[in-house]
C-alpha cells in the first residue's frame, strides 16, 4: 500500500516535470524574465528548454535598465556585445565611463539595479581648486582621470549629489567614499573622527566615522588629551602608552567622553578602501535629489595625505 502511494507521487512529479520540460521555450522565457538574474542563471540547470530560454534575449532584456541604450550612448568608450545577456554581465562585472568621464555606470549582478560611482571632479570639495590645500594628480588604479589629493586643510568637507530617479526603485542604497591615504596621512585623521551623512528629502542618514588607523587614533587621542591635562584643561588623569602597561586604563579614564565609531573603513577588491557615508531608500517613481557628505570641521587640526576618486553609490543588502 505505502509502495503504491510513493510510486503514484514519483509519477504526478514526473509527469509535472515533463509538463514544465514541455512547454514552449517562449513560454519558459517569459517566465524566467519575472525572477532575478541570479534565479535565471539557476534555472537554465533545470533542463535543456530552461536552459536555451534563460540565456535568451527576451530574459535579459527584462533585466537591463529600459533605458540602456540611452546610457551606452553616454559611454566614454563604445560598448560591444552579442547579446542581451553578454551586456548585462559585462556592466555586471566592471563599470563602464560616462559622460565625459566624470562617472561610472554599472548593474548588480545579483539583481540588476543600477550603480554609479561620482568622479572626484563632480564632487563639491571645500578649498579643491586651490593648489596649496588640493591638487589634481592621475593614478594607474583610479577609474577615473583624475584623484583630488589633499595637500593640507584644517577644514575638510567633501559633497555630492545625483538625482534618485537615476536609481533603481523600490531598493535599498549606501553611498561610500572611495578613497585611500598616502604616506603618515593617517595620523592626521586620528585625533578628531569625521561626520557623514545622506540626506534624501526628510531622510537623513548620518555616521560617525575614522579613516584612521585604530592604534594611531588611540595613541593621539592618549598624546592629546594628556597636553590637555597639561594646560589644566581637563582634570583626568595623565594616561600612557601600552608600552607602560596601563594603555588599557584609557578606556576607564574617559568613558563620558567616548566617541561611537559607527563606520569602519574596508578594503576594496580594486586596491582602495571605502567607508560608508550613510543609506536610503530610493522608492518606485521617485524624484528627490541624494546629497551625501564627508565632513571633519571641527578638531580645527591639519590633515593631508587624502586621495578621493570619488563617491559609489550601491545597492546594500
Known sequence: ME???????????????????????????????????????????????????????????????????SLL??????????????????????HILIDRGKMSFGLEKSSGARCYMLSARTLSIVW??????????????????EVAELIN???????GKIQ?????????????????????????????PQETAVIVGDHISNHTVSL??????????????NFLRWRGVLTLPYIEDEDND?????????DDETVDI????????DGWMEVELGEFYNNEGENSEVEMSFMEVKGRHWKRGLLVQGIEIRPKF
Open 3 to 69: 509502495s503504491d502511494k510513493q510510486e503514484n507521487n514519483n509519477n504526478n512529479n514526473n509527469a509535472a516535470g515533463s509538463d514544465t520540460a514541455n512547454l514552449p521555450e517562449e513560454c519558459v522565457a517569459i517566465m524566467v524574465s519575472l525572477t532575478s538574474p541570479r534565479d535565471a542563471c539557476r534555472l537554465s540547470a533545470v533542463s535543456s528548454t530552461f536552459r536555451s530560454a534563460a540565456e535568451s534575449d527576451v530574459v535579459w532584456a527584462r533585466f537591463l535598465p529600459s533605458d540602456y541604450i
Open 73 to 94: 550612448s553616454r559611454a566614454v568608450h563604445p560598448v560591444r556585445y552579442a547579446s542581451k545577456r553578454e551586456l548585462f554581465f559585462l556592466l555586471s562585472g566592471r
Open 128 to 145: 579643491g581648486d586651490t593648489p596649496q590645500y588640493w591638487r589634481w594628480i592621475s593614478l594607474p588604479d583610479s577609474r577615473f582621470s
Open 153 to 159: 586643510v584644517h577644514w575638510l568637507e567633501i559633497r
Open 164 to 192: 534618485s530617479k537615476l536609481l533603481s526603485g523600490k531598493t535599498k542604497y549606501a553611498a561610500y567614499l572611495v578613497y585611500k591615504i598616502n604616506g603618515h596621512g593617517s595620523r592626521s585623521f586620528s585625533f578628531q
Open 212 to 225: 584612521a588607523n585604530k592604534d594611531e587614533t588611540c595613541r593621539n587621542t592618549i598624546m592629546f588629551r
Open 246 to 254: 596601563v594603555f588599557d586604563d584609557a578606556d576607564d579614564a574617559d
Open 262 to 269: 559607527a563606520g569602519s573603513s574596508h578594503l576594496r577588491i
